[in-house]
């Protein structure tokens, strides 16, 4: 079974430049988390989608920070203008439902730096 | 609100050596509890999950973790580690009754397995 596929896995943008990252979710997987690991932290949840609607968003800075997930599969996640403090990991995670009992699996992220 | 407190940053142990790496979680509100492994420039792997039931966890990898309710703590634990054990540890819980079934994580543990 493919796991979660995560794009581009690495990135270097000058500041106040935007920068998007892509997620395709394992097959089946309606809901759909991003997640933001700065370096010597934990993982912080940025938004979660169920199929295709917005379930929190709640630490999504939304001035800078969007997020889509057309068609409830394959979502974007994107940054503009970039800050120097966005530099971290952008973890894509997916779940099969909603319940809190299910396994989130995790893609191997997207390293950002931001200079 | 839940948090997460993984009390060591770092734990350097000898190979073949047992070790315990610690969590103390707070909450208001029933949660389930997880274990996630990262080894280096990967993304998080589930180690095991408590939900209901027998205390006592047994996951992948050898590893294993009791859960504490009195003392609101999930420690992981290890027999004997190995080289390839070296890694970062994350614990991290969940509510229950959380419709979103979002993860909080902990700060995070660094397992430094020496020869």
């Known amino acids: 079974e493919a796991g979660v596929a995560q794009s581009p896995r690495y990135k270097i943008i000058e500041k106040r430049q935007s920068v998007a990252f892509w997620c395709n979710p394992i097959s089946g997987h309606a809901t759909l988390y991003w997640y933001q690991q700065i370096l010597g932290q934990g993982p912080k949840l940025l938004i979660q989608f169920q199929n295709n609607g917005v379930v929190d968003d709640s630490q999504l800075p939304k001035d800078r920070f969007s997020a889509e997930r057309l068609k409830g599969v394959d979502s974007t996640l994107k940054i503009q203008p970039a800050k120097l403090e966005d530099s971290a990991v952008y973890l894509c995670?997916?779940?099969?439902?909603?319940?809190?009992?299910?396994?989130?699996?995790f893609g191997e992220g997207s390293w950002l730096t931001v200079v | 609100a839940q948090s997460v407190t993984q009390l060591d940053s770092q734990v350097p142990v000898f190979e073949e050596a047992p070790v315990e790496l610690r969590c103390n979680y707070s909450?208001?509100?029933?949660?389930?509890l997880f274990w996630y492994v990262q080894y280096p420039n990967q993304g998080l792997q589930l180690l095991l999950k408590?939900?209901?039931?027998?205390?006592l966890v047994k996951g992948i990898n050898g590893f294993e973790a009791e859960f504490n309710k009195s003392q609101t703590s999930f420690h992981l634990r290890k027999p004997s580690v190995h080289i390839s054990d070296t890694a970062e540890y994350f614990c991290a819980v969940t509510m229950i009754y959380n419709q979103g079934g979002k993860l909080i994580f902990g700060q995070g543990t660094e397992l430094s397995v020496k020869p």
């Open positions: 995670a997916s779940s099969l439902a909603r319940g809190t009992g299910n396994t989130i699996y």
């Open positions: 408590y939900l209901s039931g027998s205390t």
């Open positions: 909450s208001s509100v029933s949660v389930y």
